[in-house]
Structures are given as C-alpha cells and as structure tokens.
Nanobody, 118 residues
Framework: VQLQASGGGLVQAGGSLRLSCAAS????????MGWFRQAQGKEREFVAH????????YYADSVKGRFTISRDNAKNTVYLQMNSLKPEDTAVYYC????????????WGQGTQVTVSS
C-alpha cells in the first residue's frame, strides 16, 4: 500500500489550500482514510476522516466548518480542502489508511508541509 500526499505550501491567513492523497496497492473500499497533522514541537493530531464506502466523514472540532474531506473513487484519491486557514493550522499534514474494523491506522503517507502566515 502506498499513500502519496501532496498540495502543501505557504499561504496567508484566511487563504485556502487543497491537499491530495493518492492511494495505491489495494482496494480501499472497506477502508477509512484519515488526515492528521503535526506541528513543530507538538504531538500528531487527528484532523478528519472519511469512509471510502458511503463517504461518511468526521472532523476534529478545530477544523470543523473550515476543512472538507472528500474522495474520488475513480482516481483513488482523497482530498482535504482547507479554507479560512489560520496560523495555528501550520503543520506537516499526513494521510493515513486503516481497515474499517481496525482502530489503528496501518498505512501512512509522507507528510506535506502547510505553512500559514499571519
């Protein structure tokens, strides 16, 4: 299984970015795809997840109403649309995958840096 994250960059506060996570190596229909982030000096934290089958989503309170997670079945890609970005959103963002009956994420992509300037 390979997860390839992309789309990070530098943006001003209030701006937007869209992260992508291209998944390959297996069928993900029974999987949950998640986004996490880790700011410098802090622990990694959950951002959002989406169930590949059915598309139900869940968000951390800190991003609810600003971020949207979605998936494109044809492209095997998961997106994280980030709007109204704040400096505190600055972090390395990671995509991850787990089987829906597991609690732990078994597969992780490399991180992509998101920097929000004030």
């Amino acid at each position: 299984v390979q997860l390839q994250a992309s789309g990070g960059g530098l943006v001003q506060a209030g701006g937007s970015l869209r992260l992508s996570c291209a998944a390959s190596g297996r069928t993900f229909s029974s999987y949950v795809m998640g986004w996490f982030r880790q700011a410098q000096g802090k622990e990694r934290e959950f951002v959002a997840h989406i169930r590949w089958s059915g598309g139900s989503t869940y968000y951390a309170d800190s991003v609810k109403g600003r971020f949207t997670i979605s998936r494109d079945n044809a492209k095997n890609t998961v997106y994280l649309q980030m709007n109204s970005l704040k400096p505190e959103d600055t972090a390395v963002y990671y995509c991850a995958a787990r089987n829906s009956y597991q609690l732990e994420y078994a597969y992780w992509g490399q991180g992509t840096q998101v920097t929000v300037s004030s």
